[in-house]
């Protein structure tokens, strides 16, 4: 079945570095794939996606290519700040039926930005 | 108006309460889904409503009854909960048309039983 991997946390960076979260894809057919960022007490945000491939999903300085060849979606931002701190989610789309959807999620990568 | 709204934020309950969870939305999305959370997890879906019907049930206990009574709300009916039944509980809307689309969650509801 399909399924979403992502690397492990937690992540520790220090302001204005540069990160990568890595996410790799197993699907059938060709899925959405999704960010999302989870703060503190709070639901999930959609941060960005991307419906097909060579797609570029960005938002808030964060970018993500929708990679077919290699089947990734690695986050990438240039400069983190201390309010990135979170928890972010690679998803991607099953369609099923014929309303609605089901996305999965990978585990989840744990962001720490120190000042 | 692009918030979906849950209602309690908190919710204690005992083991023999009947309870229920509460989601509303405005975006016109026709699709809507409860997820539950543990902590450090990622979301696990539970069940969807496509145009007020329900699409997918995730093989869920017969504990959590899920209502959709309209294109905008959607309630989940607890009773006879257990202790492993703790947990966040997520109600996220959809349009139906697409799944490129995301999700749009609300900001949960943090279910205690005890």
């Known amino acids: 079945g399909n399924s979403v991997t992502q690397m492990e946390g937690p992540v520790t960076l220090s302001e204005e570095a540069f990160l990568t979260i890595n996410c790799t894809y197993t699907?059938?057919?060709?899925?959405?794939l999704f960010w999302y960022v989870q703060y503190p007490g709070e639901g999930l945000q959609l941060l960005l996606k991307?419906?097909?491939?060579?797609d570029k999903g960005s938002n808030k300085g964060f970018e993500a290519t929708y990679r077919k060849e290699t089947t990734s979606f690695h986050l990438e931002k240039g400069s983190v700040q201390v309010s990135d701190s979170a928890v972010y989610f690679c998803a991607l789309s099953d369609r099923r039926g014929t309303g609605g959807f089901k996305t999965i999620f990978g585990a989840g990568t744990r962001l720490f930005v120190k000042a | 108006d692009t918030e979906v709204t849950q209602t309690p934020k908190h919710l204690v309950m005992g083991m023999t309460n009947k309870k229920s969870l509460k989601c509303e939305q405005h975006m016109g999305h026709r699709a809507m889904y409860w997820y539950k959370q543990k902590a450090k997890k990622p979301p696990e879906l539970m069940f969807v409503y496509s145009y007020e019907k329900l699409s997918i049930n995730e093989s869920v206990p017969s504990r959590f009854s899920p209502e959709c009574p309209n294109s905008s709300l959607l309630n989940l009916h607890l009773h006879a909960l257990q202790p492993e039944d703790s947990a966040l509980y997520l109600c996220a809307s959809s349009g139906a048309g697409g799944d490129g689309y995301g999700y749009t969650f609300g900001s949960g509801t943090r279910l205690t039983v005890v």
């Open positions: 991307a419906t097909k491939a060579d």
């Open positions: 699907a059938t057919g060709y899925p959405s």
